[in-house]
């Protein structure tokens, strides 16, 4: 566990406030519900969501969109409650080539050592003018490790697909500058209350302080980003919108 990321422990315990500015997280944690409903825009057809988690894609989709959940073991283990139609790996897909209309990896890239893989096998998976969404962490604090590898910006985003036989549509840069910097000061405000109480330090006296902290913190980042302009400068995560390339073949990491 890194330095950087809260307990599975205490996200527990906090789950019930996330709704609230009170949560170390709240900021980002406001991003899920839009994600979720970009994906329900831009599916159709048959939908593989690789890395599915808890299958919170499920409930997202339009009528007439079949989904279809994969997930890998390790990660089941981890402690989803499971919403895998199929546990499989990513990067080796069970699926017949051209049979699905769109592939959804979110959250997901980040975690595989060899990410070419995978978005090569989306290509191979997907029908002509199939569509893969994705979504990937850009400031976002190391998680789930040790299977947290990298991030991409959205330069290294367009070549990881083009090199892999699928074409950018769109490639999206997420929330103000001033709610992820927000955001992540909350986080680490928190997790630094963790590390002192694990070590018994006597820096857990400011405990209160820097938990108190975290409020006028979120409420600070979500104000000014309401009322300054955006920029692309520092993203929390990209959204990426790339359809199937004619005659696509696989050559991850070839």
């Not at 949560?23 to 944690?29: D, I, N, T, V």
């Not at 006028?216 to 359809?243: D, H, I, Q, T």
């Amino acid at each position: 566990m890194s330095a950087a990321s809260p307990s599975r422990r205490l996200q527990r315990w906090l789950r019930p406030l996330e709704g609230l500015p009170i949560h170390p997280q709240w900021l980002l944690l406001r991003h899920r519900p839009a994600t979720r409903a970009w994906v329900g825009a831009h599916a159709h057809g048959t939908l593989l969501d690789i890395g599915c988690g808890n299958g919170e894609l499920r409930d997202a989709l339009p009528t007439g969109v079949r989904y279809v959940g994969i997930d890998y073991p390790p990660t089941v283990a981890l402690g989803y409650a499971g919403g895998a139609d199929a546990l499989a790996d990513g990067r080796r897909l069970p699926v017949a080539g051209d049979s699905v209309d769109t592939v959804a990896l979110i959250d997901v890239l980040e975690h595989l050592d060899r990410a070419d893989l995978a978005v090569a096998e989306a290509a191979r998976v997907l029908r002509e003018d199939g569509r893969c969404l994705i979504h990937v962490p850009f400031l976002y604090p190391l998680h789930d490790l040790p299977h947290d590898y990298q991030r991409w910006t959205a330069a290294g985003i367009e070549r990881l697909l083009e090199r892999n036989g699928l074409a950018p549509c769109e490639i999206s840069a997420t929330m103000h500058p001033l709610e992820v910097s927000a955001g992540l000061m909350a986080i680490a405000l928190a997790d630094s209350v963790i590390h002192a109480a694990r070590a018994a330090s006597p820096s857990l006296l400011l405990a209160p302080l820097l938990l108190l902290a975290v409020l006028p913190l979120n409420l600070a980042g979500w104000l000014l980003g309401k009322l300054l302009p955006r920029s692309g400068l520092m993203p929390f995560s990209y959204r990426v919108v790339a359809r199937k390339v004619r005659s696509a073949v696989r050559r991850g990491g070839q």
